[in-house]
């Protein structure tokens, strides 16, 4: 019996202070695109937009996303146009046979920052920046995780031993990340006026990654709003049809 209770107790007090991975749980956030009925924030992906241009995309791709896709938060197709002429994209062959550089076009996708993953190890301390077209996806909780890995750099307590090159981050699996804060106070300056504090620009780029993650969100979300109400009528039909059947025989 004591032993009984000695185990209970010891599961009990064994509660882990860090969920899955040893990594502390993501801080939760209010998104617009939470529930049944969220939308995006297409003024802050558009910010967003903007912080992996000027920020991110040196180290990350984002290989899923075509510029025309941009419309979906709320760009114009003149817009899309201009931004995508600005990048340089490899095409070819020619006739003779090579390769040429060329404008970006609507249609063509964002253009990756190496030429290939050794490159990008090679120059990240030997990790790889993951594209981030799916990251939100990829990722447990990944609005909140994203989020809380851009605003969770923190000193490394004083018993931990930090390799070469590497930040400390709770909410990181294993505390270590090869990746340095990428986000500090002013490191891109919105048009719109909005201040660029971490915090901003973390949630900004979230909910940008977020609907490159699934543009399709909304569609989706109004889609299942309908199904629902359709289902709500036919029941009701449903029963008072039966009732009307039945009606005679009671
Ligand atoms: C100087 C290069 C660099 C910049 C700039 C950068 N990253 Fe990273 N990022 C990395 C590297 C390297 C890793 C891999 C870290 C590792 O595996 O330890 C990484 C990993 C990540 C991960 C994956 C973490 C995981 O769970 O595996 C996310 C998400 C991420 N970065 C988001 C961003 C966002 C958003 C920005 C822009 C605000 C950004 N990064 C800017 C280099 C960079």
Request: proline share 6%; aromatic share 10%; glycine share 6%.
């Amino acid at each position: 019996m004591r032993i009984l209770i000695a185990a209970l107790l010891s599961l009990s007090l064994a509660t882990p202070v860090f969920a899955a991975g040893d990594s502390e749980h993501p801080k939760q956030m209010p998104w617009s695109f939470d529930g049944v009925f969220g939308t995006f924030d297409r003024q802050s992906a558009q910010r967003g937009l903007q912080v992996y241009r000027e920020v991110c995309a040196a180290c990350h791709s984002l290989n899923r996303v075509a510029f025309r896709s941009l419309t979906g938060i709320g760009f114009s197709a003149e817009e899309v146009k201009a931004l995508a002429s600005e990048y340089s994209v490899m095409d070819g062959p020619d006739d003779e046979g090579e390769m040429f550089e060329r404008a970006g076009k609507p249609s063509d996708k964002f253009v990756p920052p190496y030429p290939n993953e050794k490159a990008a190890r090679a120059l990240n301390n030997g990790a790889y920046p993951p594209d981030l077209s799916l990251i939100i996806k990829a990722r447990p909780d990944g609005a909140n995780y994203v989020y809380s890995l851009l605003t969770g750099y923190e000193d490394a307590p004083a018993d931990m031993q930090m390799n070469e090159g590497m930040s400390y981050n709770p909410y990181f699996s294993g505390q270590q990340i090869a990746m340095a804060p990428p986000l500090s106070e002013g490191v891109v300056s919105f048009e719109d006026g909005t201040e660029a504090t971490v915090d901003q620009m973390a949630k900004d780029v979230v909910n940008f990654l977020q609907w490159a993650a699934e543009p399709e969100m909304e569609m989706r979300k109004k889609m299942g709003v309908k199904v629902m109400i359709f289902l709500l009528v036919m029941t009701i039909l449903f029963y008072l049809a039966k009732q009307r059947i039945w009606r005679n025989l009671h």
